[in-house]
């Protein structure tokens, strides 16, 4: 038989994403309105209506390309960050800065860092370029640093390290991201992943743009899918100096975050309210399924995104066999199989009575 393509990209294992409502409706015979989606870690207030507005204006001129350059979204991403526009990579989600990292950085048969139960991009951006995955076993769900440091090779391009981390919720202190930052070698560059910054209380903040600024080897990535409401948009960005972002710019596509996007980013970013609201709603929502699962003596990992990682039984079925039944009475959660945690599940937070029929229904199958 003909294949095609090299042996590397044969064997990506597809990403295998939350299922869509209108397929759980579909395959079990359920009503839309009735399903609760915690599936992809989606920002449950629905999106800003700034961001409508914004695109509502953007509509008439759709016909046209959008700016290639984004002038008008690096402008609010300068004046709201205090960072020169040519350190500034969009993407089509933080996704397209992952995947333009290692591109632009990673020859086959190379090395890239990252930990075990770290994002699941990873390892595809690591594969779709041939390049060979250096996994370093997490420590209680979370990157171990000091053996991720470790295990850089001479070979070794890039380092991945997601703060907070999808999907354990794990997170990693500023100054021991900065002593890793320190003994990484200048020619190995480093994407810190902060996807889930906006929710970090103010006492887990830390200054990553800085040492953007005293690291000529650190991208760091952001994105307008979770706390700011635009997953369906697509559009991330990545900061690091003029050298790094200078290449990823060089092969993106020129026109990869669309009019649209751009419009919506600009006032979502400027919309402090909303972003506040969904910080807070989170945190209630937090504490609503984490006393449940204490009330029901059910494992989980403290989250620092806005979703908990939780045992669904001790056995290696249990993840897949919760997951079904949960299904079954219209609630949509994530097996997380796939990053080897057979036994566990991911729930996104959502809204108040969302969580309460996650809860209710779980109690249910386990009942
Ligand atoms: C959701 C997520 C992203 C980005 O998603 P995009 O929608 O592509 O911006 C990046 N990293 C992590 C760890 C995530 O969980």
Same mark, same amino acid.
């Given at each position: 038989m003909t294949t095609f393509g090299p042996d590397y990209v044969r064997a990506i294992a597809p *990403?295998?994403?939350?299922?869509p409502i209108s397929e759980v409706a579909r395959e079990f015979g359920l009503d839309e309105a009735a399903i609760v989606?915690?599936? $992809? !870690?989606?920002?449950?207030?629905? +999106?800003?209506?700034?961001?409508?507005? @914004? +695109?509502?204006? @953007?509509?008439?001129e759709l016909a046209r390309y959008? /700016?290639?350059?984004?002038?008008? %979204?690096?402008?609010?991403?300068? =004046?709201?960050?205090d960072v020169p526009a040519d350190w500034i990579t969009l993407g089509n989600g933080s996704n397209d800065i992952l995947e333009?990292?290692?591109?632009?950085?990673?020859?086959?048969?190379? $090395?890239?860092? *990252?930990?075990?139960?770290?994002?699941?991009?990873?390892?595809? @951006?690591?594969?779709?370029?041939?390049a060979r995955a250096i996994v370093v076993p997490a420590t209680d769900f979370g990157h171990d640093l000091d053996a991720m440091a470790a295990a850089i090779a001479a070979d070794t391009k890039l380092v991945f390290v997601a703060n907070p981390n999808n999907p354990?919720?794990?997170?990693?202190?500023?100054? &021991?991201?900065?002593?890793?930052?320190?003994?990484?070698?200048?020619?190995?560059?480093?994407?810190?992943?902060? @996807?889930?910054?906006? *929710?970090?209380?103010?006492?887990? &903040? *830390? /200054? =990553? %743009?800085?040492?953007?600024?005293?690291?000529? !080897?650190?991208?760091?990535?952001?994105?307008f899918s979770k706390a700011y409401g635009l997953a369906g948009l697509r559009v991330g960005f990545g900061i690091a100096q003029p050298a790094l972002t200078d290449l990823l710019n060089r092969i993106r596509q020129p026109f990869n975050v669309n009019s649209l996007a751009q419009a919506a980013a600009v006032a979502a970013l400027g919309d402090e309210d909303y972003l506040r609201r969904s910080a807070d709603l989170n945190a209630d929502g937090y504490r609503q399924i984490t006393a449940a699962f204490g009330a029901m003596d059910i494992e989980f990992v403290p989250s620092y995104g806005n979703f908990v990682l939780f045992r669904a039984g001790s056995d /290696?079925?249990?993840?897949?066999?919760? !997951?079904?039944?949960?299904?079954?009475?219209?609630?949509i959660v994530r097996p997380v199989g796939n990053y080897g945690l057979p036994q566990w599940l991911r729930v996104s937070i959502g809204l108040p009575h969302e969580n309460a029929a996650f809860i209710d229904a779980l109690k249910a199958v386990l009942a």
């Open positions: *990403y295998q994403g939350g299922k989606k915690l599936a $992809s !870690n989606e920002n449950p207030l629905g +999106m800003p209506a700034s961001a409508k507005a @914004a +695109m509502q204006q @953007a509509f008439g959008p /700016d290639a350059n984004g002038f008008d %979204l690096k402008a609010a991403i300068v =004046a709201k960050f333009l990292a290692a591109r632009a950085l990673v020859k086959a048969g190379e $090395s890239v860092v *990252y930990s075990q139960y770290s994002f699941a991009v990873y390892p595809l @951006a690591t594969q779709a370029v041939g354990t919720g794990t997170f990693i202190d500023g100054e &021991r991201i900065a002593a890793f930052l320190a003994k990484v070698l200048p020619q190995v560059v480093v994407v810190l992943d902060e @996807a889930y910054t906006e *929710y970090l209380p103010a006492d887990k &903040r *830390y /200054d =990553a %743009l800085g040492w953007v600024r005293s690291h000529p !080897n650190l991208i760091v990535s952001r994105t /290696d079925a249990a993840g897949a066999r919760v !997951n079904l039944a949960l299904l079954r009475r219209g609630i």
